[in-house]
């Protein structure tokens, strides 16, 4: 018990080691062609809710939110998209606030439920992707429906839920799936095997 718990600590510090070397480097962005980038940065906690439990998952997306936050109040902050991400932006407000912490915290969440319902039904590998995918899937949603119920009608956003679903989300959230998708059952089962020792 005691190092299942030390495992247990030592993947979460190095989740959280990778969480921000996503975040505050180039190495959290996967070019997959041209104007086409995936973030990588909801590939921790979306491993870290499969391999140490919705509690660490849910912890390991408040991290990614926070370092989120911090990227769109510094070095992102003149983006014309911050304002959607920061309160610290022009036209940013306490919506902004939610936008970029809520969806990261429950997607985790999510996820991991729906990997504990498939994993009596299906292995590791299968089960992992699937969430994955479906968890990366509701993060989007999440953004992106906020981003339309709090700032609709802003120019840059505008009325249409479509055009929000399109040029906000558009191919780049669906490379996001697909990575987190594949990371997922690749990961887990190895981290799975490392973790019961």
Sequence with gaps: MKR???????????????????????????????????????????????I???????????VFGICSLIVWSTSLLASPSAFAFTPLAPNGNVWSLVICLLPRILFPLFAGLIYDLLANKCNKAVSAGVAGAVGTLLHSLMVLSLLYVCFRGHETVGDS?????????????????????????????????????
């Design 4 to 50: 299942e718990k030390i495992n247990t600590m030592i993947l979460l510090a190095l989740f959280i080691a990778i969480e921000v070397i996503f975040c505050f480097t180039p190495l959290g962005s996967l070019p997959l062609g041209p104007g086409i980038v995936a973030t990588l940065s909801h590939i921790p906690p979306l491993v870290a809710v499969f």
């Design 52 to 62: 140490l439990g919705r509690r660490n998952g849910v912890f390991m997306g408040l």
């Design 161 to 197: 839920y479509l055009n929000v679903l399109l040029l906000w989300g558009g191919v780049n959230a669906v490379m996001e799936i697909l990575v987190g998708a594949v990371a997922s059952a690749g990961i887990v089962p190895v981290l799975a095997k490392i973790k019961r020792g």
